[in-house]
């Protein structure tokens, strides 16, 4: 599947703009500042200046979050945005609810608590991120992210990403029965995605601390319907030049 461009232009402009760029001055930018983010249950609330917010919205991390002080921009990063800011561009502090900055131990385990398959969720969520994909909650479409080759302003996603594991956890129960793949794969087809599943494997390493990440490894696959209208030949060929259509469908 092509990626899908919202208007004449949008890939002109996705061009000239690549998001690896704008993720680069984002990470130059919070660095010079020294940034600093509030813990808030789930997720992380980053107070930013307009180029700040600029930079987040083109680069889509988090989402702006308005508040009675009219003077100030807020924006509320996921859990795993939060720490791919602070973990894997190291550029953005956490500071707990005790006041003092969390080390990325702390954060990691303070997470963990939280989602207990955060380590596989965010292997997943950074691995996808390091290819300069835009990866957004996929709640929406019954799946954990959706992929964008770039801001959703200029494109459609075309992903609907479900993240999978080797051993026990609660990921596992997915896809196992023939129902939730034939579900699963029709939704993703009425809304014009692909179904990508990533499947994580642990290695036997763990996850008492973010270091494991590194040995974690990841398998993509797509799942897409069978169309016996683009896999079959027409055994007898067509007639005075016609072409013949066929009547089945899944």
């Keep these: 599947m092509k990626p899908r461009w919202k208007g004449k232009g949008s890939q002109a402009k996705a061009n000239a703009d690549p998001m690896s760029k704008i993720v680069s001055q984002l990470q130059s930018s919070l660095i010079q500042s020294e940034t600093r983010g509030l813990l808030s249950s789930c997720s992380v609330l980053v107070e930013v ?6 930079l987040l919205n083109r680069s889509c991390f988090g989402r702006p ?3 009675a002080q009219e003077d100030k921009q807020w924006f509320q990063l996921d859990m795993e945005e939060a720490f791919y800011l602070c973990f894997s561009l190291k550029c953005l502090k956490v500071i707990g609810e005790d006041g003092y900055i ?3 131990e702390e954060l990691w385990d303070y997470l963990k608590s939280k ?16 290819k300069n994909w835009v990866v957004r909650s996929g709640l929406q479409y019954g799946v954990d992210f959706v992929a964008y080759c770039h801001h959703p302003a200029l494109v459609h996603s075309e992903y609907a990403v479900l993240v999978l594991s080797e051993g026990d956890n609660d990921l596992n129960g997915r896809l196992r029965v023939w129902s939730d793949v034939h579900c699963t794969v029709r939704l993703c087809g009425s809304v014009a995605k692909t179904l990508l599943t990533v499947i994580v494997n642990s290695n036997n390493q763990g996850a008492n601390s973010p270091s494991c990440l590194e040995h974690y490894t990841v398998e993509e696959q797509t ?3 069978w169309n016996p209208e683009r896999s079959r030949e027409d055994q007898t060929g067509p ?3 016609t072409k013949k259509d066929w009547c089945n469908h899944i």
């Design 65 to 67: 979050r308005i508040t």
């Design 223 to 225: 799942i897409t319907r």
């Design 102 to 104: 969390k080390s990325n």
């Design 49 to 54: 200046d307009a180029e700040l917010a600029d």
């Design 115 to 130: 989602k207990p398959v955060f380590p596989v969720s965010y292997k997943v969520y950074s691995h996808l991120r390091h």
């Design 239 to 241: 007639k005075n030049g």
